[in-house]
């Protein structure tokens, strides 16, 4: 751990887990392995109603600081919607209840805030969620980047989704399991660097339709997942900073016995991202995503999985893309079109573009 | 072509292991991410040679480099990603945790971004870090012609370009270099044009094959070498002519001409070396940053035990620095060719080959 905090510590790679394994937690929580901190979501054992209403509860936070703020997909308002929505979809959760806080700006623009709360209300809507409370804040200028929003959240897992006790937590997989991606990988990463750099001339302006961001409630497709599969489901996760491959890495990273194995070619990305990502030297596969969800499935329920994706409206172009292993325990192969294998390691730091 | 020299016996390899060199950090990144290596038949070894820009700038460099973040004038210090995480003699000091602490450092994607920087911010001044060989020598160049069109008096250039020619030359040199062929750089060869890559067969005398960045390509141009060495011939050949010409870039070559001087530059590992750096020419001395900002280059503070040098030679493979994965990792690189993805050591960290 360096003695200040460098933009990498941000990048919710290696580095992210680093601060907060050996900064943050030992200072504020030493029993976090029983609600599970270091998950997206905390899956708590409290009971909500009685008798036949029996469920857990589920609770995250995220908070969102995206530059630019508008991005052709999405904004600030939608990501911070989809953001809490999708961790505790993961955790297979029906999102119930937002809190909603503001951090703002002198000088911001009132009709900025106003479009920004109009998708705030629209994606809540979309996702099935309520606003119940909330905090605002206004900071001198010059001492925040225009807005900052923080959203917690607050869903609960339904009794007869999973048999007791079970829950959805990268301990589950087993060898012989598949893994499953909803959709094209690095869309969000790209075309908000896109947006950030419009001098690129590669599009991403302001209504550029060119990429969109795939930031997405992704509700109804986690749930349909979990109702359709029960245990044959075994962890989800939305791929945001990081990409599909910080993701992975960390279904498997404290396994002795198991590790994943994704086929390049059958991983989905779409030609725009992949040029881009060429262009730029950045890996799509380390690109975030907003609106994708990758699941781990029993190998004999690949299929079901499948169609239950793809009848949902983010899931049209889900794929499977790899199998568990015990091949290479702890690590996550990528197996090239040339048929190589190679270990691809979590995200560090931030993807920096390259020279040349 | 011309007569192909009898040099079979000149670079024979001594232990029977057949070696071939990229001099491109983008060869090398697509080797690694491949798994070319795993496909090579025993007896065949690829080495990196000094192909990565931030690999070769030696830490008394980084030193002057980190040094302008604490010029009185507090400049805007506007550079390349891959530059910002590459430590200076002392470990731990990068450009990243200055601009944590305080420094103006911004992230560049070509050295005109930069003059458009300096355009927005008039009263600052600018100082783009000029890191590459041929390949963002002559964007660097076009950026100080805009400059100076544009009357800028806030931009300079901290030039740290580089020749490859002569880095080749110097390793080729050493009596204990044992290379038996070169995968020359496609990037460098789009500019320079096939007749600034027969330096390797016609002076050398090393089988040589200009290689494009696909790893079909990469493999072809392999199976070439191979065939020379075979063969016992030593002759360039251009697998990578969709894009490279006899004569290369004419454009390219003439603003590098323009406005840069060829100079005594040193390089990691390999020490100083005659004309190998682009220096800016006296005419254009007032965008020079060394002369503007009257910066020296010392000695570096403390030997921080980094093999950078003998990898970049080619002398020692990644996994055999004692450093390698342990004490220097992305997270916390000691060297820089752990910094930059198309170091050999980050390439052969975040692209391990499984022979699974």
């Given at each position: 751990?360096?003695?200040?905090?460098?933009?990498?510590?941000?990048?919710?790679?290696?580095?992210?887990?680093?601060?907060?394994?050996?900064?943050?937690?030992?200072?504020?929580?030493?029993?976090?392995?029983?609600?599970?901190?270091?998950?997206?979501?905390?899956?708590?054992?409290?009971?909500?109603?009685?008798?036949?209403?029996?469920?857990?509860?589920?609770?995250?936070?995220?908070?969102?600081?995206?530059?630019?703020?508008?991005?052709?997909?999405?904004?600030?308002?939608?990501?911070?919607?989809?953001?809490?929505?999708?961790?505790?979809?993961?955790?297979?959760?029906?999102?119930?209840?937002?809190?909603?806080?503001?951090?703002?700006?002198?000088?911001?623009?009132?009709?900025?805030?106003?479009?920004?709360?109009?998708?705030?209300?629209?994606?809540?809507?979309?996702?099935?969620?309520?606003?119940?409370?909330?905090?605002?804040?206004?900071?001198?200028?010059?001492?925040?980047?225009?807005?900052?929003?923080?959203?917690?959240?607050?869903?609960?897992?339904?009794?007869?989704?999973?048999?007791?006790?079970?829950?959805?937590?990268?301990?589950?997989?087993?060898?012989?399991?598949?893994?499953?991606?909803?959709?094209?990988?690095g869309d969000h990463g790209t075309a908000v660097m896109l947006a950030r750099n419009p001098e690129f001339g590669m599009g991403g302006g302001?209504?550029?339709?060119?990429?969109?961001?795939?930031?997405?409630?992704l509700n109804r497709e986690a749930l349909a997942l979990a109702r359709g599969l029960g245990k044959d489901l075994r962890v989800m996760r939305d791929p945001t900073r990081g990409g599909l491959a910080t993701a992975l890495n960390e279904f498997v990273e404290d396994r002795q016995d198991v590790g994943i194995e994704i086929l390049e070619k059958e991983i989905p990305i779409s030609d725009t991202v992949r040029s881009i990502c060429d262009i730029l030297g950045l890996d799509p596969l380390y690109c975030a995503c907003e609106g994708r969800l990758i699941a781990v499935v029993s190998g004999e329920c690949e299929d079901r999985a499948l169609s239950i994706l793809k009848r949902e409206p983010h899931g049209s172009g889900a794929a499977v893309i790899g199998h568990v292993t015990e091949k290479t325990p702890g690590r996550l192969v990528i197996r090239t079109v040339l048929g190589t294998g190679r270990i691809a390691v979590k995200l560090s730091g931030a993807q920096l573009p390259r020279i040349c | 072509m011309p007569e192909t020299r009898e040099s079979s016996k000149e670079h024979k390899s001594r232990d029977g292991i057949i070696r071939l060199m990229e001099v491109c950090g983008t060869h090398t990144m697509a080797i690694a991410r491949n798994g070319i290596k795993s496909l090579l038949p025993p007896g065949v070894k690829l080495i990196s040679g000094p192909g990565c820009p931030v690999c070769v700038t030696p830490p008394q460099v980084v030193d002057a480099v980190l040094g302008l973040s604490e010029l009185e004038c507090r400049p805007v210090i506007a550079t390349y990603g891959d530059m910002i995480r590459v430590p200076g003699s002392r470990p731990g000091d990068t450009l990243m945790k200055r601009r944590a602490l305080g420094a103006d450092v911004r992230i560049v994607y070509s050295p005109v971004d930069a003059v458009e920087l300096a355009e927005k911010e008039r009263d600052r001044q600018v100082i783009f870090l000029g890191a590459g060989f041929e390949?963002?020598?002559?964007?660097?160049?076009?950026?100080?012609?805009?400059?100076?069109?544009?009357?800028?008096?806030?931009?300079?250039?901290?030039?740290?370009?580089?020749?490859?020619?002569?880095?080749?030359?110097?390793?080729?040199?050493?009596?204990s270099f044992s290379v038996q062929g070169f995968l020359c750089p496609g990037h460098v060869a789009v500019v320079t044009g096939e007749k600034g890559m027969k330096f390797f067969s016609e002076d050398l005398g090393y089988p040589a094959v200009i290689s494009g960045f696909e790893p079909e390509e990469i493999l072809k141009a392999i199976t070439l070498l191979l065939k020379q060495i075979r063969n016992g011939e030593s002759k360039l050949e251009n697998a990578y002519s969709t894009v490279v010409s006899a004569d290369g870039n004419t454009i390219a070559q003439e603003m590098m001409e323009k406005y840069f001087a060829l100079r005594s530059d040193i390089w990691r590992g390999l020490g100083l070396i005659p004309d190998s750096g682009f220096g800016i020419r006296e005419e254009y001395s007032d965008m020079d940053a060394e002369k503007r900002f009257d910066i020296k280059i010392g000695e570096p503070k403390q030997d921080s035990g980094c093999h950078c040098g003998d990898v970049i030679k080619g002398a020692m493979e990644p996994s055999e620095c004692p450093l390698f994965g342990k004490a220097c990792v992305p997270e916390e690189p000691v060297g820089p060719c752990m910094v930059s993805p198309e170091g050999a050591c980050a390439a052969a960290w975040k692209y391990r080959d499984v022979s699974a």
């Open positions: 751990m360096e003695d200040v905090i460098t933009l990498d510590y941000g990048s919710g790679g290696g580095k992210t887990s680093k601060l907060i394994s050996d900064l943050i937690l030992p200072l504020i929580n030493k029993d976090h392995e029983k609600t599970g901190a270091l998950c997206d979501g905390a899956v708590l054992d409290i009971l909500k109603g009685t008798g036949d209403g029996n469920q857990r509860l589920v609770f995250s936070t995220d908070s969102f600081v995206v530059d630019p703020r508008f991005f052709p997909g999405g904004d600030i308002g939608k990501l911070s919607v989809c953001g809490t929505v999708n961790d505790l979809a993961m955790m297979g959760a029906e999102p119930a209840y937002l809190s909603l806080s503001f951090i703002i700006e002198e000088g911001f623009s009132a009709e900025e805030l106003k479009t920004i709360a109009m998708s705030i209300g629209r994606t809540a809507k979309e996702a099935g969620v309520r606003i119940v409370t909330g905090d605002t804040k206004v900071v001198d200028r010059g001492r925040g980047d225009g807005i900052y929003i923080n959203t917690s959240g607050i869903g609960f897992v339904d009794s007869d989704l999973f048999p007791e006790g079970y829950s959805l937590k990268p301990e589950n997989i087993c060898a012989g399991d598949s893994v499953i991606v909803s959709g094209t990988v302001e209504g550029s339709d060119m990429l969109l961001s795939d930031c997405a409630p | 390949t963002t020598a002559p964007g660097t160049a076009a950026a100080i012609g805009a400059a100076a069109d544009r009357g800028l008096k806030n931009f300079t250039v901290f030039s740290m370009l580089k020749k490859v020619e002569p880095s080749v030359r110097a390793l080729a040199s050493d009596p």
